[in-house]
């Protein structure tokens, strides 16, 4: 990484949302404590809306759960950051309004729930442009943020950086910075850092187990990964920016287990399993809350991830590029 730069110098409009903790909402030591043993700082909340891909299911399957979420970070007065699928805007435009009207960020979760690296540049590029627009028609907000569909910004799909930045999109939460099972861009700095074009990247809170780089604090690994395992591996997330996330689906008990399009056995069962572990996981790193993503883009300063460079080495040493 190289050249310094200040995070705020990229922002020129305000976020819309307001506070993220409720004046008086004390915490209690105890609370707090078990929200340091999953995570060690505070915890931005993200949620990305899209629906289940599973047979007979479309957006209304993701209004209830996705409303339960907003519901719970009310309650608990943090505003958390809402990636949505430009389907779900489309199908379910009142939802992202509440949403937004509720406090919270809402951010594009893509126009189509595909792998990047399965797209044209153009009609990518042309597609984001409609998604933000519609977003912010919806919300009468900027939108500043992007989440990959499956965390699929990789070196394989770096045309997106630009296209990002040139629709207007000020930061990114989409790399999984190392060798992972899902996603993957190895060696991408685990902090946030600025593309070469000036699109923020927050990259996803990992720690390294068996050579691969988990998320940790979401998802599946959220509800799958006990909590005694999980706080002996948190302090592996010491010095990132933390956040946690999940989709509707994730809190969804009621849902019937269903093999899902594209998915096996396995797989499907599971982004099934332990749902209900994710609103107790989420209930206890709720003690120690961080403002909603877009919010935390003054907080730091980040350099820019020559990441041309790193791959010219890479190749020049024999990597496969
Ligand atoms: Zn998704």
């Known amino acids: 990484m190289t050249a310094e730069t200040s995070l705020s110098g990229g922002l020129s409009r305000a976020p819309a949302y307001s506070c993220y903790v409720k004046p008086g909402a004390a ?17 931005s909340f993200t949620v ?53 009207a509720r406090g919270h960020e809402i951010g594009s979760h893509g126009d189509r729930h595909i792998p990047l690296a399965r797209r044209a540049v153009g009609e990518f590029a042309s597609g984001m442009a409609a998604a933000k627009a519609r977003l912010e028609d919806l919300t009468g907000s900027p939108v500043q943020g992007f989440r990959a569909p499956l965390f699929s910004l990789r070196p394989d799909a770096a045309f997106a950086i630009e296209a990002l930045h040139a629709a207007g999109f000020t930061y990114s ?27 923020i990247e927050c990259p996803v809170p990992v720690v390294r187990l068996a050579g691969r780089f988990l998320p940790l604090l979401g998802g599946m690994y959220l509800r799958v990964i006990p909590e005694h395992d999980a706080s002996r591996l948190a302090s592996r997330l010491a010095g990132q920016m933390l956040w946690t996330y999940c989709h509707p689906y994730d809190i969804d008990t009621e849902a019937p287990l269903a093999l899902w399009r594209g998915l096996g056995l396995f797989a499907s069962l599971m982004l099934h399993y332990n749902r209900a572990a994710t609103l107790r996981r989420w209930t206890l790193l709720a003690a120690n809350p961080a403002p909603p993503l877009g919010a935390r883009l003054e907080e730091t300063t980040v350099e820019v991830f020559q990441w041309r460079a790193q791959r010219q080495g890479e190749i020049a040493r024999g990597k496969k590029p």
Not at 27 to 43: D, F, I, K, N
Not at 69 to 83: C, E, M, Q, Y
Not at 177 to 198: E, K, L, N, S, Y
């Open 173 to 199: 939460s989409s790399v999984v910075p190392g060798p992972a099972w899902i996603g993957g861009w190895p060696g991408a700095p685990r902090v946030p850092f600025r593309w070469p074009c000036g699109l």
């Open 27 to 43: 915490l209690s030591s105890h609370s707090s404590a078990a929200a340091r043993a999953l995570a060690p700082g505070p915890v």
């Open 48 to 100: 990305d809306v899209e629906h289940p891909p599973a047979p007979g299911a479309g957006p209304d399957e993701a209004t209830a759960p996705t409303l339960r979420l907003v519901d719970f970070l009310d309650a608990r007065g943090i505003s958390g950051t809402f990636f949505t699928t430009d389907e779900m805007a489309r199908a379910t435009p009142a939802l992202v309004r509440e949403i937004a």
